[in-house]
């Protein structure tokens, strides 16, 4: 029994070394093959990772695993991806932690903008937001054209709402609508999970709740949820997303890298990222997730 | 109850067709943590060994620290090495945070103390005389030594288990420093979060399958250690 123990652990001490070896040796192997490669095609600005601050919701939709691909093949710049709220993606860059930035909060990102923590900022997509509830609708708001008007009402009918209450592009804009109705959200009927757009979408499905959910990550996890939609298409429930460069004159002697920042942001405004970013998702969902925004360059 | 049931179904499709997603996570997360079993091995067995054998001042505290550390809460490891290895931090400079390197440290951390902690209790629970007869049998400092790991070996081989389990395991402190980079620090635990995250539930279940799995063989080896040290008794007296 003492031997068959012993050699078990010696087994997977032994099979992870050589797997740790093996893997070691195939990463070096493959960087070394996708730098010859692109050293033909664009020579990079040098061999680069870049960590790029996200929202939950441009990963968990699936779009980042199409574009991040594709721009560190033509680039050679590796980008590493934190997906997190925008809030706390704008505290990265303000920090200095991350070299770029793809977040959805207006009023957020004109702040850092006027801090001066900002180069530029571009409008890159945008999508909307919907007012997700259950089909039971016990404060009546479906079919609603005023998000406002639903809010209201739910507040009104103490009727369960799940508030993602991260900080997040979501949650502002959901913290906005009740301030905009001078509603202070408490009590038992409004639950804070504290978590991601897909979790906080499970909560409410779990505790028939409304929600605020973008439209992508609804499309995505709607077959997993017995939720329907209540309100769309009002002017408030518009989503636009911005890249943000960092501006070096406020980061002196930081280590953002960012040349290499600039150049994710220039190339995800491009025409061919643009393309990739509306037909994102079109095979598989009736709507299109994002719609490419760069024609309406805004730059600061 | 579909979406359990086809979940399930895909799982176990994706496992058996050796699906190559699922296997590359699987094997990032072997070679994160048992990386780090092996850092904390070295570290936790020698420092188990100072503190079950040698006497000097503060020895009780060092102890009381290492008892507290075997519950160290992964989550706040996680933080703390995340904010050390950040670019404004202490060890900003060698830009470490997220990657994989990062993982191994707070995944040591946590480690650690679990591998020291249980290598104590190892060593003091062996017969006190055994140290004094093998110096009287004219045994050097060295030799006695390795009597007594000799000795100890399966309770500590145990112990690194059990720091295995431990980390393999834990998702706050290598979703903070790791970030959770699709194909660079993502490890099974982080990955479950993320599949979920994207209603992916096939993906999900495969990957905690193979977690379980893993979770398992390690239980299943610390099992037959224990009851091994329990039936040898009656040979160790006649020994």
Partial sequence: ???????????????????????????????????????????????????????????????????????????????KTVAVGTGEAIKMGERGEADVLLVHAKKTEEKFMAGGYG????????????????????????????????????????????????????????????????????????????????????????????????????????????????????????NPYSVITLNPAKFENSRVKFEAGKRFADWIVSADAQKMINDFGKDKYPEPLFTGDSTLTTSK | MDLIYLGFKQAFIMIFKGDRLVFEIALRSLIVSGTAVAISMIIGISLGLTIALARFPGRRVLLSLVNTGMGLPPTAVGLFVALLLARRGL????????????????????????????????????????????????????????????????????????????????????????????????????????????????????LSLILLTLIFLVNFVLTQVQQRETSSWPKRISK
């Fill in chain 1, 1 to 79: 029994m003492k031997n068959l123990a012993l050699s078990l652990l010696a087994l997977l001490t032994l099979a992870a070394l050589l797997l740790g070896v093996a893997g070691c040796a195939k990463e070096a192997k493959e960087e070394k093959r996708s730098e010859s490669k692109t050293a033909t095609e664009t020579p990079p600005v040098k061999k680069e990772t870049i960590i790029l601050a996200t929202t939950t919701s441009t990963k968990d939709t699936g779009l980042l695993d199409v574009l991040i691909p594709a721009f560190e093949k033509e680039t050679g710049i590796k980008v």
């Fill in chain 1, 119 to 238: 180069e530029t900022r571009r409008a890159v997509m945008h999508n909307d937001f919907v007012l997700v509830g259950p089909s039971s609708d016990p404060a009546g708001v479906k079919g609603l054209k005023s998000a406002n008007e639903a809010f209201q009402k739910i507040a009104d009918s103490a009727s369960n709402f799940a508030s993602r209450n991260d900080e997040s592009g979501t949650h502002k804009k959901e913290f906005g609508i009740w301030e905009a109705l001078i509603i202070k959200p408490e009590g038992g009927w409004y639950i804070k999970t504290g978590s991601g757009m897909a979790a906080t979408l499970r909560v409410a499905n779990e505790k028939q709740a409304y929600t605020l959910t973008d439209r992508g990550t609804w499309l995505v996890q709607k077959p997993n949820l017995q939720l329907e939609l209540m309100v769309e298409k009002d002017k408030p429930l518009s």
């Fill in chain 2, 91 to 206: 060890f900003g400079f060698a830009e470490l945070l997220y990657t994989k390197q990062a993982m191994i440290v707070a995944q040591t951390v946590i480690a650690t103390p679990i591998v020291a902690g249980l290598t104590v209790a190892a060593v003091q629970n062996l017969n006190p005389k055994l140290r004094l007869q093998s110096l009287a049998l004219g045994a050097t400092r060295a030799q006695m030594l390795w009597t007594l790991i000799k000795e100890a070996k399966l309770p500590m081989l145990a112990a690194v288990m059990a720091g295995f389990g431990g980390v393999i395991s834990e998702v706050g402190a290598v979703m903070m420093v790791g970030g959770n980079v699709t194909g660079d620090t993502q490890v099974l635990t982080t990955a479950v979060v993320e599949y979920v995250g994207k209603g992916n539930f096939p993906v999900a279940i495969a």
